[in-house]
């Protein structure tokens, strides 16, 4: 192995077997640590590095792929002439202090006696998946096997290829991966191009037709922003910078809902246009998220993933713009992390909310549990507060017998824990998952105390609402005493900074101890 090499794995690991790949990450995983993929086809460019910023900012270790994957090509495709720059992509990628680029050859990944594939569902074919039949199939089956190579707890894609994204997302909800996916915006040269490998391909002529993509989109944003709703007419005006280029064809020109990929007639936030088009033999796509003026891409991205949640939203808080709590909540929830992390939709506050609690003034207590009180899988809601181990033991503890009596006076919510896989969760997570508790707890007016159970809500409650750093908190044994229950007062930041009281006890069903009824101190 040459110098430059050796040098370049010392800093990076070059992977290119699958046993290998799979043993170090069950190793970094063993280590506590959070790993991110990023999944590319090599030639790297700006695009790609912000996704592995993204992902050195939210994860421990970032493994980047490199894989020119052939099953997502057709016959006429240009899987042969693909730019392939392993060298120049290590070069790049030393410079990002990345931890593992992860190489295999197509042999590695289909090997021999290969037959088993993924196969997406009617969204992979229409617009990308139409115009290039299998292309999905593809894709899919090579993002479910490096899925399970790496086994990463966060995977990052790019906006740039939004439909793919947005077929992911199905795909880890529909086999219940156990992954989170996180969108980043597109990057763009300064002329506006999307900057992509295939770039690379265009002459310089080439490339000032090619600029009639990025400039449709910049039209359809202008004319949104100047208050134009038609698609209709936006289309037109869209179709009408391709009639400047004769070597420009588009492939397909469309504005969409950007969750079903169906039509609209009328523009709302976060309604998704897209193109396609051939100039010569490359082809090239784009697309731009519509929105209000000044709206940032993160914030763009995130109204295209959640709005149609919001919009069915019918909880009302008064005197608060729910609507806008909700967006937040939805959105945090969906995606546990960060501002602009895609994933499937969970069923959570705006439901339960919308359906339990016609009158979010009458709520005096929070109960914040330990975590996934709330979810899918375990929810007390779902269930009608049916009755289990914790429910009745947390029913005794606050002195009710019926979820009727709950829903009158309480909500149970879920400490500040990041709905990923809790225990590789980082820190930084946590910050901006707590944003999600206070946006629930804001949502009731005449809160007037908390019910903390267990360690892992008074630590998140006493670091993430409270505020108090790591150093200033004592054990929870220590720090519950004899009592059984311990009371204080804090005066909350999200709650306009009233002073509110706070129990924290024993968890009800988890651990040895348990806090006595909690009625009486209530009711006080
Ligand atoms: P590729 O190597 O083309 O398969 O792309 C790998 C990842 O990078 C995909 O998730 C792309 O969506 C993303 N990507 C490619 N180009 C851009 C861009 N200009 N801006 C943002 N993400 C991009």
Redesign the pocket.
């Known amino acids: 192995m040459p110098a430059r090499d050796t040098a370049l794995k010392q800093l990076m690991r070059l992977i290119t077997s699958v046993s290998e790949m799979k043993a170090l990450t069950r190793g970094t995983r063993s280590r506590g640590k959070s790993v991110g993929l990023?999944?590319?086809?090599?030639?790297l460019?700006?695009?790609?590095i912000?996704?592995i910023r993204q992902a050195k900012q939210q994860c421990d270790v970032v493994v980047t792929s490199v894989f020119v994957n052939p099953t997502q090509f057709g016959p006429e495709e240009d899987f042969e002439r693909y730019p392939r720059n392993l060298d120049k992509d290590f070069n790049l990628l030393s410079s990002y202090n990345i931890d593992t680029v992860f190489a295999p050859s197509t042999e590695e990944m289909y090997p021999e006696g290969f037959q088993t594939f993924v196969e997406p569902g009617p969204r992979g074919e229409i617009y990308e998946g139409a115009a290039r039949p299998g292309h999905f199939r593809g894709v899919s089956t090579v993002v479910v096997k490096l899925l399970n190579i790496v086994q990463p707890d966060m995977v990052?894609?790019?906006?740039?290829?939004f439909q793919?994204?947005i077929m992911i997302r199905r795909l880890v909800e529909d086999l219940n991966l156990n992954v989170r996916l996180v969108l980043?915006?597109?990057?763009?040269d300064e002329d506006g191009l999307?900057?992509?490998?295939r770039n690379g391909y265009l002459k310089p002529a080439q490339r000032e037709s090619a600029l009639a993509l990025s400039r449709s989109l910049r039209r359809a944003e202008e004319l949104v922003h100047s208050g134009e709703s038609d698609a209709r007419k936006i289309l037109e005006e869209m179709r009408g910078m391709f009639k400047e280029s004769s070597r420009i064809r588009v492939d397909y020109l469309a504005i969409v809902n950007p969750l079903s990929f169906e039509p609209v007639s009328r523009i709302t936030t976060g309604t998704l246009a897209l193109v396609a088009a051939r100039i010569d033999r490359v082809r090239l796509i784009d697309n731009a998220i519509l929105g209000p003026v000044g709206t940032s891409p993160e914030d763009l991205l995130q109204m295209a993933l959640s709005a149609p949640a919001v919009s069915t939203t019918e909880a009302r808080a008064p005197g608060i713009d729910a609507e806008a709590v909700m967006h937040k909540i939805e959105g945090c929830r969906d995606c546990a992390a960060i501002s602009t992390i895609l994933l499937p939709p969970r069923e959570f506050m705006a439901s339960y909310i919308k359906r339990d609690y016609p009158d979010l003034s009458s709520v005096r207590t929070a109960v914040i549990g330990r975590h996934a009180t709330a979810r899918v899988d375990n929810s007390f809601y779902r269930n009608n507060g049916r009755p289990n181990r914790f429910v009745t033991a947390l029913y005794d503890l606050l002195g009710i017998t019926t979820f009727a009596e709950f829903k009158k006076r309480f909500i149970l919510t879920d400490v500040i824990q990041c709905h990923t896989s809790a225990p590789r969760v980082p820190d930084k997570a946590m910050h901006y998952c707590s944003r999600h508790l206070r946006n629930e707890l804001s949502l009731f007016p005449n809160l007037e105390s908390l019910v903390v159970l267990g360690e892992d809500a008074y630590l998140g409650v006493q670091r993430f609402l409270l505020e108090r750093g790591p150093d200033k908190l004592q054990s929870f044994s220590n720090f519950m005493g004899s009592e059984g229950w311990v009371e204080e007062r804090a005066d909350i930041s999200c709650l306009d900074n009233r002073s509110v009281r706070i129990f924290y006890c024993h968890h009800p069903s988890l651990g040895y101890q348990r806090s006595p009824s909690l009625a009486s101190a209530l009711a006080k």
């Open positions: 990023v999944p590319t086809m090599g030639a460019h700006k695009g790609h912000t996704l990052y894609f790019g906006q740039k290829d793919q994204a980043c915006p597109i990057v763009r999307a900057i992509s490998s």
